[in-house]
């Protein structure tokens, strides 16, 4: 192959048709007010997945999946061999957006639409991937479909995992027919790109538009259980009670001192849960959630010695036993440098500058770059907006994402 035609460096993604992907696969789960509820192992997860496979299976890609639920559409290459694997979710939190991994899934299939519309067979095979239970919302841990498509967690120990309702993963899979014949792993790729929308305000303030991906910092994910005694608040004097919303709220405001303190440091309370929960009336617990995440491991490290031993002495003081349950533990993770290049590389021959950047949010692909290499792509997310029904990218960026998806593929797929 030497025309420009044959090696593909002449084709575009079809921009209008990876936008009404988007908009279709957002109207499964449409919250009414521009936000998308797809909760993994859902109804609508369900939905979502069948409409996925019509589109792969349309486009002529084989699909397959595993015993996690993990959707694969492949388009074979000319040579036999591992592919080039291009992924990310299509679940969403509980107040979503539409683009937060689906925009990776669809992009990817965009690429392979391309391909086949151009009636090109690449060296190597080109998969897409689309992982269960990124998100965490309902299931913990979060990127569950790529922990166990690693090795990292075990199908059992995924499977026996629980909602607030008591289901577990293995009950709610079946639930909705997600199960496989692959055993999980079976497609393990050559390399691995995910394309996605940042999820923070940088690109979109400062630019450029290509964000070249250097890797995902360090998460640790804690469910903390505080407890204490319920009593009146109005006779039972502030000396004599065991008071465990005081600790949890001590605790939180410690998170922030340290987040002020180590560099890069973010610390988060996302959910603290009193009970009985009433205005008049001491609780007798508090459960709560506490959220650690650094591009360094030895900066994590200080942040969670010190918050337990903060919460130890804070709750002796008051009389308040606690129990610390951890959720989720992911290692800062470096991507390749070879894709990292490849990704600059495709971004400068279409004219677009990009920024190295490291994720402030996990990723299906920290966890593949366990089993091979792997690197992402982000484009701006308008005014830093996800999670959230706002959450937006313009069209051009979009577009502009996916072309620089589809030609660094072209440059990993015939290395």
Not at 67 to 93: A, C, Q, Y
Not at 205 to 226: D, K, M, Y
Not at 263 to 279: K, N
Not at 298 to 324: C, G, N
Request: glycine share 10%; with cysteine.
């Amino acid at each position: 192959m030497s025309s420009k035609s044959e090696t593909g460096s002449n084709l575009r993604v079809d921009g209008p048709r990876l936008l009404q992907r988007l908009a279709a696969l957002g109207r499964i789960g449409d919250t009414g007010d521009g936000g998308a509820r797809r909760l993994a192992l859902s109804e609508e997860d369900r939905q979502g997945r069948l409409w996925l496979i019509a589109e792969m299976k349309a486009i002529g890609l084989t699909v397959e999946s595993d015993k996690i639920g993990n959707i694969f559409g492949t388009l074979p290459g000319r040579e036999p061999g591992p592919p080039i694997m291009l992924g990310s979710h299509i679940d969403t939190v509980g107040t979503g957006g539409r683009y937060d991994g689906a925009y990776g899934v669809l992009a990817g299939l965009e690429a392979l639409a391309v391909l086949r519309d151009a009636g090109m067979t690449p060296r190597h095979s080109i998969c897409v991937a689309a992982f269960t239970n990124e998100e965490g919302a309902r299931f913990q841990p979060d990127m569950m479909g790529s922990c166990v498509h690693a090795g990292v967690l075990s199908l059992e120990d995924a499977y026996a995992a629980k909602d607030a309702d008591g289901v577990s993963v293995g009950e709610a899979i079946r639930a909705i027919d997600a199960i496989g014949p692959l055993e999980p792993g079976a497609i393990k790729p050559r390399a691995y790109l995910e394309l996605h929308i940042e999820q923070g305000p940088v690109l979109d303030s400062e630019g450029p538009t290509i964000g070249a991906v250097t890797g995902v910092q360090g998460i640790r994910w804690f469910e903390i259980t505080l407890e204490g005694e319920s009593n009146h608040a109005g006779t039972t004097p502030i000396s004599y009670r065991r008071d465990p919303g005081l600790v949890a709220s001590a605790l939180n405001v410690e998170a922030r001192t340290i987040a002020d303190s180590i560099p890069d440091q973010r610390c988060t309370v996302g959910r603290m849960e009193f009970t009985p929960g009433q205005i008049n009336v001491v609780p007798k617990r508090v459960t709560m959630t506490l959220d650690l995440r650094n591009p360094s491991d030895s900066h994590l490290d200080r942040a969670e010695t010190h918050l337990k031993e903060f919460l130890a002495q804070t709750a002796k003081a008051h009389a308040v036993t606690y129990s610390i349950q951890e959720t989720a533990r992911f290692a800062a993770t470096p991507f390749d440098e070879r894709l990292i290049v490849a990704v600059e590389g495709a971004a400068k021959e279409l004219g677009h500058a990009t920024r190295r950047m490291v994720s402030g949010a996990g990723h299906d692909a920290q966890l593949i770059a366990a089993i091979a290499p792997a690197a992402m792509i982000f484009v701006p997310s308008v005014e830093g907006l996800s999670h959230n029904p706002r959450e937006f990218t313009k069209p051009d960026d979009l577009i502009a994402g996916a072309n620089v998806l589809l030609a660094a593929t072209l440059r990993l797929a015939d290395a």
